[in-house]
Structures are given as C-alpha cells and as structure tokens.
C-alpha cells in the first residue's frame, strides 16, 4: 500500500511538472513603471522598460531597450546601460506559476535599489483551437456581446487556419463577435498549428535532405 | 521561379487592408480603424500600386506579394540553412512546411528601410510545387523601436483568361512598439486579365434628325 501511495505521489508530482511554462512575453506593469518582453522570430528575448522617474532626482522618466535580457522559466534578468541618464540599472525578478506577477528588485548602479512588482496588463487565458471550437459550441444561442467578450478574453496558443476560421464564423451570431474572432485568428497566424497525424511516412523531406541541402519542390 | 512569376499574364486585382490597433497599455483588445481599398497591377512582371493609397495604411504592411517577396524568400532561402519543420493540414492533401534563417547583413526583408535578420517559413503543396505560404518572422535589433514586425502571405489557386495561377490571397502584418500594436489584415479579390473587349452594335435603321 505504501509503495502504491509513493508510486501515486510520484507520478502526481511528475504529472505537474510536465506542465507548460507560462511565457514571459508581454505587456507587464507596476509603479511608476512598464515594460514590455517580445519573442523574435529566433526565439530570443528584447525588451523594453519605461520608469515614470528615475533616481537620483526622481523626476527624469526613462524609456529604454534593454542591452541583455534573460528567463530561464521563472527567473527574469534584464539590464539597460547607456542610458541618456548616465548610468545603468538590473531588473531582476521571479515569474509567478500563474505567469500574471514578477516580484523583483530594481537596482541602479548608484547602490540603490527597490522593489518592483509587474503585473501583466490585460491578462488572457490561453485557449487551443479544439477548446476554442468547444467553446463556441456551448456558447450557442447566447448575444453577440456576450460571445465577443468571451473571445476577447483568450489568447489562441495554436494557428487557426482559414477553413477552420471560416466554419466558425458561421456560427457567430453578430459583427462584435466576428471582429473578436477575426482578430483571434489574425493574431494566430505566426503560430504552429494543431498537431496533425498523417496517414503517411511522417517525414520523406528529411530522407532527401540527407542527399541534398534543398528542398525536393524548389528547384 | 521568378521566371515563373514574369511568364504571368497582364492583370489587376483588388486589394483590401483592414488596419487594427491596440495601445497595450489602456486597451484589452485592437480595435478597427481603417479599412482600405486599392488597385494591385501586375504588368510585364513589375508590381505597381498606387503609392498614394499605400501612404495612406499605418504600420507595417506588405508590398510585392506578386513578386519582389517571393523572390525575396527565394534569394534568401537559397543562401540560408533551409530545414524541414513539419506536415500541416492542406485542404487536399498536406502541405509541406520549411524553415531558414537569415542573418542581418544577408537580408532582403525590410522593415523600416533597413535589412533586418529573420526566420523565414515556405509552405509548399508537394502535389504541384506550389507555394502556399510565405512567412518572414523579424529579428529585431535590441535598440530597436519595434520589437516586432512579422508578416505571412497566403496564396492560392485564381483563374485567369482560362489558366490557373497561384496569386496572393491573404496576408497579415503585424508590428509591435512599446505602445502600439499595429495589425493589417490584407485580402486580395477582384482579378482581372487585363485586355480589349470589341463589341459591334448595328447601325441604326431609323436615322433621326
């Protein structure tokens, strides 16, 4: 029985670490303070960080990119030098498991330091393109206002491609909703899309990849 | 392929850009602001569009979807690291998805009249050879004042003077400063061969005076 139960925790705690970490990326702010992560199409962090005041006069703002940034999946480290200020300053800071709040320490080269807690702005629910489908299924017959706002409130995490986007349209019951959508979908389209299994080899182009730095269909 | 793209007929075509923005900061959502309607021609191989209306859609938006981007892919895909990435779903049979990376001071993609390094994408049917999807994912400089400017072009199937051509249908681009996102939903519609249409009406029978 112990065995089954330590069996049955392992696998629990296994289960949550296998859970997806929330992305940094986004809009976040605090006091007196914004800042904004992007991903580039590498995958590489840039960032940028507006102070409403900055020491040691607390009356110049500052607007700046960062010179490095880095996550490691909860840990964010961010430092802006060259600053028209004249000095430098590190933003450092932990990710919450919700992904919504970094609590961290603003410290200048000057030795001052404070903390800064973000919150990201207009938080979304990320939402996949099978679940955004149940989604419009249950919200069948309800107001255009109401089935918009739903929308507005998840980010999709897969590409939804224009089939799909057309067949669900049809059943939207207004404009707002349809904007919401579209705007959804327009949002999307740098994403991967689902996963689908094929019925075929899953992956001749690599087979002819080992003979040739092209693709087989450009020439 | 650009050979394939001049032996393309004389034609014009209606292009539709819906402009949304968003201020991350006091907005949940991009809003519509504009919606654009233009004339695409496509001449002896060369794009042209009016540089008036092109003036007048805010933020970043695409050009040369008829030509100059794909040639743009194609130059910088055959110098890049081309990599398979994956099958997607085509609505036949699936489409074939390939990745390349292309560093700054290699680049033909421009985003504010600068080269800028990329992660290009090529979706192509493997049943025709046709491109299906063109996406240029930006690697913005860190003292840049956008952190993103990426754009996807797709195309399909249009028929013309009783020929099937593979002609831009749809694009998206999307750009991101520290205030604004600026998102063009952009549609092409409305081909059309360019040509004489003769058409012989008989004389009158009764000659007023």
């Known amino acids: ?219 | 392929m650009t050979t394939a793209l001049h032996r393309q007929p004389n034609f014009y075509a209606t292009r539709i850009t819906t402009t949304y923005r968003r201020n991350f900061w006091k907005e949940p959502t991009p809003k519509k602001v504009k919606r654009l309607l233009s004339t695409v021609v496509y001449r002896n191989g060369n794009e042209q569009q009016d540089a008036k209306e092109m003036a007048k859609i805010q933020g970043l938006t695409t050009s040369g979807e008829f030509g100059p981007i794909l040639g743009t892919a194609m130059l910088d895909a055959a110098k890049g690291n081309l990599t398979w990435r994956r099958w997607q779903e085509g609505p036949v049979t699936p489409f074939a998805v390939f990745r390349y990376v292309v560093t700054a001071n290699h680049s033909h993609y421009e985003v504010d009249g600068k080269a800028t390094g990329y992660v290009g994408e090529i979706t192509i049917d493997p049943s025709n050879g046709a491109i299906q999807r063109l996406v240029f994912l930006a690697d913005m400089p860190k003292d840049g004042r956008l952190v993103t400017a990426d754009i996807a072009v797709e195309y399909g199937p249009i028929e013309l003077g009783g020929r099937t051509y593979t002609c831009p249908l749809h694009g998206i681009a999307v750009s991101h400063g520290f205030t604004l996102m600026w998102l063009n939903e952009i549609s092409f519609n409305r081909y059309h061969l360019f040509g004489t249409r003769m058409r012989i009406l008989p004389a009158p029978l009764i000659d007023h005076q």
């Open chain 1, 1 to 219: 029985m112990r065995i089954l139960a330590l069996f049955l925790v392992l696998f629990t705690s296994c289960a949550c670490g296998a859970q997806p970490v929330p992305d940094i990326a986004g809009n976040w702010q605090g006091r007196q303070s914004k800042l904004k992560i992007a991903r580039t199409g590498s995958g590489d962090l840039r960032a940028i960080l507006h102070l409403e005041a900055t020491p040691p006069d607390y009356r110049t703002p500052l607007i700046a990119p960062a010179s490095s940034i880095t996550f490691d999946g909860s840990i964010l480290q961010i430092s802006i030098d060259d600053l028209q200020v004249g000095y430098s300053l590190n933003y450092s800071g932990k990710l919450s498991v919700d992904g919504n709040t970094i609590s961290g320490t603003l410290s200048y080269l000057t030795g001052e330091s404070l903390p800064l807690v973000l919150f990201r702005a207009f938080p979304t629910k990320p939402i996949t393109v099978q679940e955004l489908e149940v989604l419009l299924t249950q919200l069948s017959g309800r107001s255009d206002s109401i089935v918009a706002s739903r929308l507005h409130s998840f980010q999709l995490t897969q590409q939804l491609d224009a089939a799909t986007l057309a067949h669900l349209l049809n059943s939207l019951p207004g404009p707002k909703s349809t904007d919401a959508l579209d705007i959804l979908a327009a949002e999307s389209t740098f994403l991967d899309p689902p996963q689908v299994k094929f019925q075929f080899s899953p992956n001749p182009a690599l087979q002819h990849s080992r003979q040739s730095s092209h693709a087989p269909w450009i020439t």
